[in-house]
């Protein structure tokens, strides 16, 4: 990276909560199946009658990484269960909860949580009970004991799902938290997908993941490249992933390297300005073949604009079979073998190891503790200095 590392010694991956957290997420997607299926009875109870009720809101919410969870969760179960589900910020609820929350429509609110103490996470919960007249919770979250769970444990109205224990990421940036939550939401509120689909789909995301982490040296082989700015763009879900992406990188090197993520339609609408000679751009190939097609075509316009070594495209290893249209010769490709016929949302928990991986290298790089990148307290693990201000009737 371009940027000069600080002096003191970066410390060693296998030191660093950060590497194990990114490491175990194969082997907590499983357990994600098995707590969703066990508390499936009280979560269909829940979901089914909203669900039931075409006129019904459903409403994804969180802050940072948690609402770009939702966001990739949202447009993935608007897909398949064929009505609009809603991805909005708990930051955005909180500020302007008449524009989000509709008093007269029934409304099932899922929250993600990484601690359950974010202020905005409780607030956005607390002003649906305020607004709206029928409303029901569903709390997604890696902390039994936050505040969110404690408030919605044994109401009639709410189901609490923890996440597997060790999802509750102690490092700063979420990762395990992230994708576990992103997990659970889609296995709780599709009840389309057969549960031996769910496995298949489950083992295939796991297995690419592994495969990934296993062959780590060709992430990082990305930050060996002069770069001060990288750009991650994807379509749909992955739009939502790319997100995600962006943030990882700022945090994890405490905005040293400027991350900027768009779709690649958006990103020609301006967002090109951002483009350098030392610039990253790092593209996720959805495997919906309509939509692939776009994603391609940006990735040869860039690779012409920047050189073929300075676009990266994250891919599956089977699209060919499956029928959909490859990258050109020469295009340099991250693969997760036996993911393309996985559907987008799916396909971007996987694929979101590629940013937290090249997140944590460029951290390390540049002399950063990524467990800890900012140790002074600018930015903080659980958000402070929030001022909650009452909702007057």
């Known amino acids: 990276m371009s940027t000069s590392p600080a002096t003191a010694a970066p410390p060693h991956p296998q030191d660093l909560h950060l590497a194990r957290e990114i490491a175990q997420q194969p082997r907590l997607w499983r357990e994600v199946v098995q707590r ?22 459903v409403i994804l919410t969180g802050a940072g990484s948690s609402a770009f969870a939702g966001e990739v969760a949202a447009v993935g179960l608007s897909r398949s269960l064929g009505r609009r589900i809603e991805a909005v910020a708990t930051t ?15 409304t099932l609110l899922v929250s993600f949580a990484r601690s359950g103490d974010s202020p ?8 649906a ?52 939550m992103t997990l659970a939401a889609l296995l709780a509120l599709d009840r389309s997908v057969a549960p031996g689909v769910v496995e298949q789909r489950v083992e295939a995301m796991a297995t690419a993941a592994q495969d990934l982490l296993d062959r780590s040296a060709e992430v990082s082989a990305l930050a060996d490249l002069p ?27 405490a905005g040293d390297v400027v991350a900027l993520a768009d779709s690649p339609l958006g990103f020609r609408h301006g967002p090109k300005a951002v483009l350098t000679p030392d610039t990253l751009v790092v593209v996720y190939l959805a495997n919906d073949p309509y939509t692939r097609r776009y994603d391609l075509d940006i990735v040869t316009e860039l690779s012409a604009d920047l ?15 499956a029928g959909l249209p490859e990258p050109a010769p020469g295009t340099r490709t991250l693969r997760l073998p036996g993911t393309g016929r996985l559907p987008d949302a799916w396909w971007a928990l996987p694929a979101v190891l590629v940013a937290q991986l090249f997140g944590l290298t460029t951290s390390l790089a ?7 990148p900012f140790p002074t307290g600018e930015v903080n693990r659980v958000v402070q200095g929030v001022t909650l201000h009452p909702l007057e009737a």
Not at 93 to 104: E, F, I, M, Q, W
Not at 120 to 127: C, D, G, I, N, P
Not at 230 to 253: H, I
Not at 366 to 372: I, M, R, V
């Open 36 to 57: 969703v299926a066990s508390q499936r009875p009280e979560l269909d109870a829940l979901t089914a009658p909203l669900l039931s009720r075409p006129e019904a809101r």
């Open 307 to 321: 050189g073929a070594e300075r676009v990266v495209v994250v891919d599956g290893a089977d699209q060919a079979a």
């Open 92 to 106: 955005d609820l909180v500020s302007n909860p008449r524009d989000h929350l509709t008093p007269d429509v029934a």
């Open 366 to 372: 540049l002399g950063h503790t990524p467990d800890n």
């Open 227 to 253: 770069t001060s700015r990288v750009v991650y763009l994807g379509s749909g879900p992955l739009l939502g992933l790319a997100r995600e992406s962006a943030l990882k990188l700022m945090e994890l090197t």
């Open 120 to 127: 905005e996470s409780v607030a956005a919960a607390e002003l």
């Open 129 to 180: 009970d305020q607004v709206l007249g029928d409303v029901a919770h569903l709390v997604l979250t890696c902390n039994p004991e936050g505040q969110l769970a404690r408030t919605h444990r044994g109401r009639a109205t709410s189901v609490v799902l923890p996440m597997p224990e060790e999802a509750h990421d102690q490092s700063f940036a979420m990762t395990s938290s992230f994708t576990s």
